[in-house]
């Protein structure tokens, strides 16, 4: 006969290791908590060494006259006359790390193409006013950061464009903005300009067929050809031969990132307007009656020489992988903000990367067009009156 005590016994045990089971996992909860409220979804930036926009400033900060230029010229896009304020005082702390005063001229450019998208796509504009929030967080040297949940907006804005871009083509064709024909002209160009023509495939018979044409791409700036990978095509490497490209697998990643990347591109283009070379896919769009055409890098009257072009061209492409990797190392694997998505990982990676690059683009043209201070007239004769500050246009003296 069992006794009542021994029948109860069960239950007390299990009783016991329900508490204790209630009290591991609350103070589990707890130091997940504590983790949390420890970390933050914000990653520094500061004192990486190939940043170089805050090394600009700490360049030009004694110099008061060439400070003065260099906060006009990054706060207006580069086919703009260059607006300066002979009355504004700026000191040379106003370019120092330790104020942010001179951090945020990058960000003015932004506005313009904010508001457009506001006039014309009234339920983008919430969305893509996020970009220069990340851009001016990125851009303040003393405080430089990136914050991941800003980051992932802009991929979700970047997402969004992409995939309404088919269904919105024929309203964007309409949109004389330069935004709406950028992104456009730079989403067609990354599917290759796909279009389709007519060829005979039998003389004798008259018969014709149908043959796909495809250009090499979207190209960038500073000559950089991206392509989706779905498509093959021939790409031309001199005037006498060419190279076949066969279509590769379409990988999520990529293309994700490459989507985000060609949504960024268009958006700080018409934004900086930073002179492109020769071959740029934007020095193809059709011609606006409201705006000027994309200015080309022009080496007979170059407004920076063509060393300090490659110069800045290295250090953009220098800033770019230094915060892919930073933002990379950060939400891939196990990390507390690791996203356990590879594809989401390499889109905030790719974003980033991005936005550092157009930013060291930006203001990298600006310092050496204020510091070299030799743009050229019509006559390719150095200006010696004085620099006109047209960055892309041939100068002449009145």
């Known amino acids: 006969m069992v006794s009542a005590s021994n029948s109860l016994q069960p239950i007390y045990l299990h009783e016991v290791a329900m508490k204790r089971l209630t009290y591991s996992l609350l103070a589990l909860l707890v130091i997940l908590l504590m983790q949390a409220g420890c970390s ?49 005082v700026i000191s040379p702390e106003s370019l120092s790390m330790k104020t942010p005063e001179g951090q945020a001229t990058s960000v003015r450019p932004l506005s313009a193409v904010i508001e457009t998208i506001r006039r014309r796509h009234p339920d983008k504009e ?45 309203q964007l064709e309409q949109d004389s903005s330069r935004f709406a024909r950028m992104i456009l002209a730079y989403n067609k160009a990354y599917f290759g300009d796909l279009s389709f023509t007519t060829s005979p495939i039998s003389a004798e018979a008259g018969l014709r067929g149908v043959v796909k044409v495809t250009s090499k791409g979207f190209v960038d700036r500073s000559g950089n050809t991206l392509l989706f990978p779905g498509i093959s095509a021939e790409i031309e490497v001199s005037p006498a031969s060419s190279v076949r490209m066969s279509a590769t697998a379409v990988d999520s990643q990529r293309v994700s990132a490459d989507l985000t990347r060609i949504f ?78 590879e594809t989401l990982a390499a889109t905030l990676e790719a974003a980033a990367g991005v936005m550092a690059k157009k930013l060291v683009e930006h203001e990298g043209f600006c310092y050496y067009q204020v510091s070299e201070g030799r743009p050229t007239n019509a006559a390719g004769e150095l200006n010696v009156a004085g620099p006109a500050w047209v960055a892309t246009k041939p100068i002449t003296n009145p």
């Open 40 to 88: 933050s979804s914000v990653l520094q930036l500061r004192n990486q060494p190939d940043l170089f926009h805050g090394k600009f400033r700490q360049k030009l900060a004694d110099k008061k006259e060439l400070a003065t230029k260099f906060l006009a010229c990054t706060g207006q896009a580069h086919d703009e006359p260059l607006r300066e304020q002979p009355d504004a």
């Open 264 to 341: 960024l591109e268009a958006f700080f283009d018409a934004a900086f307007r930073v002179p492109a070379v020769h071959g740029a896919t934007a020095l193809r769009l059709g011609p606006s009656p409201q705006e000027s055409p994309y200015p080309e890098f022009d080496a007979d009257h170059p407004t920076i020489s063509l060393e300090a072009l490659a110069r800045v061209t290295r250090d953009a492409l220098r800033a770019e992988a230094t915060v892919t990797s930073l933002v990379g190392k950060t939400v891939r694997g196990g990390s507390v903000f690791g996203t356990q998505n």
């Open 126 to 170: 919430a969305s893509i006013a996020v970009l220069a929030n990340v851009l001016d967080d990125v851009a303040n040297g003393a405080t430089a950061r990136i914050d991941l949940d800003k980051l992932t907006q802009v991929v979700e804005t970047a997402g969004r464009w992409q995939g309404n871009l088919g269904l919105d083509e024929d």
